[in-house]
């Protein structure tokens, strides 16, 4: 091998070496302000990400100190909160139209469910994503853009999130606010996007939250029973009110 060509190797192996340190830095503040930027506008809440780590070689995104806020008339600093989420994507599908997600790992997520009788934060917030355009325009019925508007489809295999609670907050009265904190069941979902060849964010997005809101449902509807139970054992107006709790917990899921 000449020295021509050795010192052509040279080259090559510092512009890949360099080419990754841009990438690692560029595709992490890339993600970082697109989630800050178009969460709001897709949940109509604040959203906030502490950092985002790229791992070119493994193919995967690690998402920290993500947190999604309420919507407006609710007390609780957040509706989500997670401390690390794990992303698999295809690096590739970043330059087309279809973004392929192989896979999002959720750990030990904090949500917190508030809200008195039909209307609670995340049936509002889920009504904000079903109804997000990526235009900015009025969505039609469903939450699908209006003709004419093109967006970005994404096509995520795999979603696992486990190890997660659920607080509950509801407002009964005299009783004040009733806490509830309880496990939430884990929830795996597959093949979002899959069958139309691709969703649009909002169609991916109300494919989790719905997930979420229903397995919430389930965590708190099998804990409601207790909490009642417990109301018994406190003063009568105190159990008046912790009674009417419950029964806004459980008209949050209807």
């Known amino acids: 091998m000449n020295k021509l060509v050795k010192v052509g190797l040279v080259v090559v192996a510092v512009l890949v070496v360099v080419i990754a340190v841009v990438l690692h830095f560029w595709l992490g503040t890339v993600i970082k302000a697109s989630v800050e930027q178009v969460g709001p506008k897709v949940t109509r809440t604040p959203v906030k990400l502490d950092k985002v780590d790229i791992r070119l070689l493994a193919g995967r995104a690690q998402l920290e100190g993500l947190a999604v806020g309420n919507p407006q008339g609710f007390q609780s600093p957040t509706a989500i909160k997670v401390g690390t989420a794990r992303v ?55 939450g699908r853009p ?35 904190s309880v496990q939430l069941p884990d929830i795996h979902l597959k093949d979002i996007g899959k069958d139309s060849g691709g969703a649009s964010l909002s169609e991916a997005l109300s494919a989790i939250f719905g997930a979420l809101n229903k397995a919430s449902a389930q965590a708190v509807a099998g804990s409601a029973a207790s909490l009642e139970k417990g109301a018994k054992s406190v003063g009568e107006s105190i159990g008046r009110g912790t009674s009417k709790a419950v029964e806004g917990a459980k008209g949050i899921f209807k």
């Open 88 to 142: 698999r994507i295809r690096w590739g599908s970043l330059l087309t139209n279809r973004v392929v997600i192989e896979e999002v790992t959720i750990d030990a997520p904090e949500v917190t469910y508030e809200g008195v009788l039909s209307k609670s934060n995340f049936s509002t917030i889920l009504d904000n994503v079903q109804n997000f355009s990526s235009d900015g325009s009025p969505s039609k019925p469903g």
């Open 146 to 180: 209006a003709a004419g508007s093109a967006e970005r489809k994404f096509l995520i295999k795999e979603v696992n999130l486990t190890n997660g609670h659920v607080a509950l907050a509801v407002s009964s009265g005299a009783a004040g606010s009733q806490n509830l």
